[in-house]
């Protein structure tokens, strides 16, 4: 899915842009998809800005119920096709395709603190 992870991409770009131009009336910043640059004295501010919207964009909102959401809407419209236990039936057959559920430790909130602790602390979530 590889036009869904440059959307997430770009939203979270969008967040670190927004969030900036808010507090900043200047700050030099480079972005290529999911690369970043700026000048060597801001790299710190740009790193804790970068872990903060990827915080906000999955942490803030239930991201992964939005999107399934989204893709069973979707799919709904398509006629002959409907997903019944899961299960993905086409014009009345059992496709032998499964939809996936969202795992339950994903929708867990005491599990939101531990990767935004995480994240925060890695070393390597941007170099």
Known sequence: MPNLVHSLDASNIYLLVEALAHDYQSFPLYTIHDC????????????????????????????????????????????????VDNKIIVEGVDSGLIFPTIPKNFLVKENDSLFETGLRASRYFIS
């Open 36 to 83: 970043f640059a700026s000048l060597p004295n801001n790299m710190g501010e740009l790193e804790d800005r970068i872990k903060t919207a990827f915080i906000k964009m999955y942490l803030e909102k239930p991201y992964l119920l939005q999107l399934e959401e989204f893709i069973l809407k979707d799919l709904s419209n398509i006629k002959g096709l409907e997903i």
